[in-house]
């Protein structure tokens, strides 16, 4: 194999790759990269049995050929080249490097023991622009449950629906829906539990392209293969398994109607709850007093080895007055993912969940379940 | 040579020819799935190891497997239900520290929406007694003889005993065992809520068929359908047609079919048709076996002796047993303190010495009328049909019993009888509740309502 490319576009492609591969002791091979030659460009896989990335780079390929690299030395000798040609030699089981003043060699192992990373060739379920999905997506990716014992909730669901698809993870304290309409004429009914990891990799990999100001309103095809996903960016591909199991059905958890509503300014909200949580106790509770006259709520917080604190938000109250005790990082976690200026409270009691809705958006719904004191 | 043996003698010459982490990362939870006609279906974890062994050990496993089996033509590589791989990125398991505060979770995750089950009732778990041995047993031949050895099976015993937690495991085992089989656990009032639904509705259409198509149908606290006509009459098509289809039912009670009151009689017969078991108070072995399970579960230390003193000291009922262990729990963990036997006593004092609540002699009859379903003045009155005498003896008997009441005074108050005829009530009624534990049941249940 020989090559020449870019350092920049290099430096990006290992970058995207590279993050998935942990250190794994029993295959050794599964910390390397497979740099191989495809159709006159470079590919770069990695994977480590769960999720496979490829990625394709522009270059001038003298000669094809293939070579697995660790990836950590690669990625980091590359990162710190000049933004200069780079020039690449495959030797035996060694990789001669080139790149303006430097000079270095390799060691890699035979890209014939590389796993194959599977193939999907069925047709794309949908065509949806990279900027949508990773601002969709980030909403409600942090809520999945980071417990094994309840695989089918660590994570994130995709229904696609006619015209909607509807993302939702929950780790059963609390649970985030965010909807996306599409106009994708073909009425698609399916759903997919994808794990966290995957959807975290799929939304770095588009923050990496859109801040390299790559393919801006680039569409993501998103296939569905036997047991896996395919995330297709055109240069860069995500294939995943999928969580096997039954998402457990939580339209039906979500309130309809409430006792009591608030409508308040979401960044006061969230700043007095961010001073509360630091008089909170050993599990984040933070109480609130919700008053129709004045309408006010009001956010407590005690421990008995800290202090105390109170403070108070204006807030239009409808309904019942009621005080209720949350894990206030719950609570940010959602208004966190909120962008509207204002948001509105739903509440019942004491002992049922709160819903948290960003005012004037109906697409994403927080719901929490409360501290039973 | 059935094909486990199949696969681990092949597994064992394919380990011979590749490397040790070669073999660890791709034969990890494989196994045959079936083989047929020469052609051999090996079930994989994920799709990385289809595409591997699809591709580079096809030949190796080939050989290994026609060396045991020669007739194999051909393998081929299916991706199973496996649980996934350990994730790379170690979570350390959050130890959730119990404190007096609780983080509330969505429960209705917990149930499986199609069969209505709840997986934490489980056979497992199920602690055997002399008291429900019985039952049990005959529960677990229903999952392993679905519909032909005992139907309908009838389970029946006091509050707080475990009967829904049998009947549930019942459900889990077989969704286990049988995924494909359809599975309904409902409690009859929501059966009885869903046809009123049904019925204002106008979607009998809908109801009618729900529950007949199903394998198992599971339906606790039966006795809530007596009185209910239509939810009676619907609920004998469900039974008839499901019993000539041989789909299994289950069914459980606060008592026999013979003492549930104002319900049909073809339904009664129909009940008892089949395999009627029962539940009786757990004895004192079994209650400390049941908290010693309980604290285990709960992982929460705790010594046999104070075990011993809450299993002595807490008697009828499984529920108020747990309710107990809760408690002892809570506060142990509010101030802080391993649990001994003075501050145990302390906090069970209200929960043992709960005082007794007083009856009267008027609450007796009347509530011995009502479970026999006769008329108060009857039960009074000189009248000696035969179904009046025998709950008349009950009542004195009760009074006796639980009031303490003399024979003469006994006799005067219920009719103004002669002391004797007390004292040979009572006679005849408690000989009978020492021989014949179903009537101790009866009496049971009339001393439940007496004091619920």
Not at chain 1, 100 to 105: D, G, I, P
Not at chain 1, 295 to 308: C, P, Q, R, T, Y
Not at chain 2, 114 to 124: A, S, V
Not at chain 2, 290 to 304: V, Y
Request: charge should be positive; glycine fraction near 6%.
């Amino acid at each position: 194999m020989q090559i020449i490319c870019l350092q920049e576009n290099l430096k990006q492609a290992l970058n995207i790759t590279e993050r998935i591969i942990g250190r794994n002791l029993t295959l050794p091979i599964l910390n390397n990269l497979l740099l191989t030659t495809e159709n006159n460009r470079l590919k770069i896989s990695s994977t480590n049995l769960e999720i496979g990335i490829i990625s394709w780079i522009n270059g001038k390929i003298e000669k094809p050929g293939e070579i697995t690299i660790p990836a950590k030395l690669l990625s980091n000798f590359i990162g710190n080249l000049p933004n200069k040609k780079i020039e690449m030699r495959v030797k035996g089981s060694q990789l001669h490097l080139k790149c303006e003043n430097f000079k270095a060699v390799l060691n890699g192992l035979e890209a014939k023991e590389f796993p194959i990373i599977p193939k999907i060739k069925d047709k794309p379920l949908i065509r949806i622009k990279g900027g949508v999905l990773k601002a969709n997506l980030s909403q409600v990716v942090e809520m999945t449950s980071l417990s094994d014992s309840r695989p089918e909730i660590s994570g994130v669901l995709m229904n696609f629906e006619k015209n909607t698809i509807k993302l939702a993870a929950t780790d059963s304290f609390r649970l985030a829906e965010k909807i996306i309409s599409h106009n994708q004429k073909e009425s698609i009914n399916q759903a997919m539990i994808i794990p966290q990891k995957t959807i975290q990799e799929l939304i770095r990999i588009l923050g990496e392209k859109e801040a390299a100001n790559d393919n801006q309103g680039q569409e993501v095809e998103i296939i569905l293969g036997n047991n896996q996903v395919l995330f297709n960016l055109g240069d860069v591909q995500i294939i995943s398994r999928l969580i096997e199991g039954q998402y457990p059905d939580y339209q039906q958890i979500i309130p309809k109607n409430f006792t009591t509503h608030a409508t308040l300014i979401r960044t006061e909200l969230i700043n007095n709850i961010r001073v509360a949580s630091l008089f909170s106790g050993k599990v984040n509770n933070v109480q609130f007093f919700i008053r129709s006259k004045p309408a006010l709520i009001e956010i407590f917080a005690k421990d008995i080895d800290v202090g105390e604190n109170k403070s108070q938000i204006e807030a239009k109250i409808e309904g019942k007055e009621i005080e209720i005790v949350f894990n206030c990082r719950y609570i940010l976690d959602g208004l966190n993912n909120i962008m509207s200026d204002k948001v509105i409270l739903g509440l019942n009691n004491n002992s049922s969940p709160v819903i948290i809705k960003p005012v004037g958006d109906a697409s994403y719904t927080y719901l929490v379940m409360p501290i039973k004191a | 040579m059935n094909l486990k043996n199949l696969w681990q003698g092949a597994l064992g010459e394919v380990e011979l020819n590749i490397s040790k982490a070669n073999f660890i990362t791709w034969f990890k939870n494989t196994e045959i799935h079936s083989k047929k006609d020469g052609v051999v279906i090996i079930n994989v974890p994920n799709g990385f190891t289809k595409e591997w062994l699809e591709n580079k050990y096809n030949k190796i496993i080939f050989k290994a497997l026609r060396g045991a089996c020669p007739d194999i033509k051909e393998i081929q590589f299916t991706i199973g239900k496996y649980p996934p791989l350990k994730p790379t990125a170690k979570y350390k398991k959050e130890i959730q520290e119990i404190t007096p505060e609780k983080q509330l979770d969505f429960e209705e995750f917990n149930i499986n929406k199609e069969t209505n089950l709840n997986p934490k009732y489980t056979f497992d778990n199920f602690i055997i007694g002399s008291f429900n041995e019985l039952a049990q047993a005959a529960a677990l031949a229903v999952t392993k003889h679905l519909g032909t050895l005992y139907n309908p099976l009838f389970i029946y015993g006091g509050t707080g005993l475990g009967k829904t937690h049998l009947l549930q495991a019942i459900g889990n085992e077989l969704t286990q065992k049988n995924p494909s089989k359809k599975i309904q656990y409902l409690s009859s009032e929501k059966y009885t809520s869903e046809l009123v639904d049904a019925i204002s509705k106008k979607g009998m259409e809908s109801f009618k068929p729900k529950y007949r198509k199903v394998d198992v149908l599971i339906i606790d606290d039966i006795h809530f359908i007596a009185g209910k006509e239509k939810t009676q009459e619907e609920f004998f098509h469900t039974f008839n047609t499901l019993y000539q289809k041989n789909k299994q039912i289950i069914i459980s009670s606060d008592r026999p079919p013979k003492a549930i009151s104002t319900i049909e009689d073809r339904l009664r017969s129909r009940f008892e048709g089949g395999m009627i078991a029962d539940i009786s108070q757990p004895d004192l072995e079994t209650r400390t076996a049941i908290l010693k399970n309980k604290a285990r579960e709960k992982n929460f230390e705790i010594s046999d002796d104070i075990l011993n003193h809450i299993a002595n000291h807490v008697q009828k009922n499984i529920r108020e047993l747990e309710g107990a262990l809760n408690k002892i729990m809570a506060v142990c963990q509010i101030n802080n303190t391993p649990p001994n036997l003075e501050g145990v006593g302390k906090i069970l004092s209200n929960l043992i010495a709960k005082p007794k609540k007083m009856t009267n002699f008027k609450d007796v009859i009347k509530t011995v009328a009502e479970f026999y379903d006769v008329n108060i003045n009857d039960l009074i009155d000189r009248c000696r049909r035969k179904e009046v005498v025998r709950p008349r003896q009950i009542a004195m008997y009760l009074i006796r019993e639980e009031l303490n009441s003399s024979f003469p005074s006994i006799g005067e108050k219920i009719g103004g009888r002669d002391h004797t005829t007390a004292m040979y009530s009572y006679g005849k009624i408690k000989q009978e509740v020492q021989n014949n534990e179903l009537f101790k049941q009866e009496i049971n249940l009339i001393k439940d309502r007496l004091y619920g």
